[in-house]
Nanobody
Framework: VQLVESGGGLVQAGGSLRLSCVAS????????IGWFRQAPGKEREGFSC????????YYSDSVKGRFTISSDNAKNTVYLQMNSLKPEDTAVYYC??????????????????????????WGKGTLVTVSS
């Protein structure tokens, strides 16, 4: 299983970016994928999650209304559309996945604890820098 993030870069405050998380090595029909970020000097935290078995996506309060997670099963890809970016959004962004029966548990876990790291597979991250 491999997850590869892309789409990071430098953007001014108020701007937008779209991150992609391309998954390979498993059938993209029973999964949960979460987005995490780690700012300099801070703990990695999960802020969004989507499951193939649940229509409702999760967003933390810090990104709700600004970020949108979506999936394209035909492309084995989960996207993160980020709008109205703020300097405090600067971080390395990671996607992480759990697959198979019961995988949607990880989204439920993230709703309760943003430092839940129980996903089985992680990408290497993409850097997002938001300038003021």
């Amino acid at each position: 299983v491999q997850l590869v993030e892309s789409g990071g870069g430098l953007v001014q405050a108020g701007g937008s970016l779209r991150l992609s998380c391309v998954a390979s090595g498993f059938t993209f029909d029973d999964y949960a994928i979460g987005w995490f970020r780690q700012a300099p000097g801070k703990e990695r935290e999960g802020f969004s999650c989507i499951s193939s078995n649940d229509d409702s996506a999760y967003y933390s309060d810090s990104v709700k209304g600004r970020f949108t997670i979506s999936s394209d099963n035909a492309k084995n890809t989960v996207y993160l559309q980020m709008n109205s970016l703020k300097p405090e959004d600067t971080a390395v962004y990671y996607c992480a996945a759990d697959i198979g029966p019961g995988s949607d548990y990880v989204c439920s876990a993230l709703r309760s604890y943003r430092h839940y790291y129980g996903m089985g597979y992680w990408g290497k991250g993409t850097l997002v820098t938001v300038s003021s």
